[in-house]
DNA sequence: TCAAAAGTGTTCATTGTACACCCATGT
DNA sequence: ACATGGGTGTACAATGAACACTTTTGA
């Protein structure tokens, strides 16, 4: 007796991607949604998602998604999980994989927004998003705290150059809670993974902070799985 | 523009559960693997897996697989990941999601071994194993030991009584090197989650070990999500 | 000159780690 | 009596956490 049933007498399903959007602002996570272009749920806010279809890999559908709403050829990415339950998708039997991508708000193209009816919402209003997608970001966000206690991924979300005031915001955000700034400043800059430029940020203070930037050897580092901002 | 195909229009896809069966004995953690009873790679060792039916949900079918191949009903199982890349099974294109799970090798049914053809193989063989089966162990091994670091998990493994000895061994197995006797006696017993037994176990030694077992309330500490059994 | 954000060190508590000997007992 | 695995404590190092004031400078 066998385990497997024969290839050709198994049931095929719609296998869908969906993708976990964060971008960072303002000291807010911020969540890239659309307005559902299709029935069930239209015109309820989404995740961004696609079906995967026969002739690619299902992260090259993920790819194929996130490419087309965002612009970005190479942002970072990563599988989530699978939700499979029969009726998560009321209209279909739909499994769903999940990809979170990281994206710094400052290189996002506006009219993008405007094309796919997308909108960047704060956290706190995951609510409202349909079937499990609500879930599905909690299990991101999860994702993402533990990568960013234990990489350094957090970086993804920040523009190229940042103030280590920037980082803690983005720290704090990730972890609901605040920071203490000095034992912050100590923890990061002793990871010597940061290089501090003689340029200062001046948009947000008279006196100025000093823009940071990843070393250039950070890669290198980054496999030693060792970095740790949380508290 | 829609970003989602039409649910009619999309291809649909074969999807299997891949089991990943942990068992521990002898000092030793070992995987249930069987020999594949249908082409391609016929009689080559293979994870336990099949294919999700319509009428069940991906993890219901993670689920009815293990029954059916352990005879336990409520077996340690999480989601691993999923896998799909387009040529990851030669014969057709199927989407595979893992789930693994932990089993006291003592409870086993020697009896469905052979009825299944099945084997529990070192970690060391796990080669051996078609397609992309390796790479999901070592996947499902990576989160077995960030889980067993974080969380009380690895007792799933462990027969209901147990010594301290064989609980490090476990701890040894898991994370491939030796540990302080003294310091991890030390740490497991600060976290009070064990209660000693009168009973000894004396298979092994003349002065015999006390039996521990899991105390009654940890599964509420097993919430905090504190304990750390690393070195 | 003052408001607003940037920057900086020390102390203490907790945790991790290294390390070596005695105990109990069946043969 | 001895071989075998079981059991125990201490000292040092590293890390984490609490805490308050000075600096800079544009308006």
């Given at each position: 007796m066998s385990i497997l049933n024969t290839y050709s007498h198994s049931d095929r399903f719609l296998v869908a991607v969906d993708c976990i959007v964060f971008g960072f602002t303002n000291k807010e996570i911020r969540l890239l949604t659309f307005k559902r272009a299709?029935?069930?749920?239209?015109g309820k806010p989404s995740l961004i998602g696609g079906f995967v279809q026969s002739d690619e890999s299902v992260e090259d559908a993920a790819k194929r998604v996130l490419n087309k709403l965002t612009?970005?050829?190479?942002l970072y990415m990563e599988q989530v999980a699978t939700y499979g339950a029969i009726h998560r998708d009321p209209a279909a039997r739909v499994i769903s994989v999940t990809y979170f991508a990281l994206i710094n708000l400052e290189d996002y193209d506006e009219e993008l927004l405007t094309r796919y009816d997308a909108k960047w919402i704060p956290l706190?209003?995951?609510?409202?998003?349909?079937?499990d997608h609500k879930q599905m970001v909690d299990d991101a966000m999860a994702l993402l705290r533990r990568k960013a206690s234990a990489f350094a991924?957090?970086?993804?979300?920040?523009?190229e150059k940042f103030t280590l005031t920037q980082l803690q915001s983005l720290y704090e955000a990730l972890y609901c809670e605040a920071l203490d700034k000095r034992n912050f400043r100590k923890k990061v800059l002793s990871l010597e993974i940061l290089n501090r430029l003689?340029?200062?940020?001046k948009r947000h203070s008279r006196k100025g902070a000093y823009f940071y930037m990843l070393s250039d050897d950070y890669q290198a580092k980054?496999?030693?799985?060792?970095y740790s901002f949380s508290k």
């Open positions: 299709i029935e069930p749920e239209k612009g970005i050829e190479n706190s209003e995951c609510q409202d998003l349909i079937f991924i957090g970086f993804n979300l920040l523009p003689d340029e200062k940020d980054l496999k030693k799985e060792t």
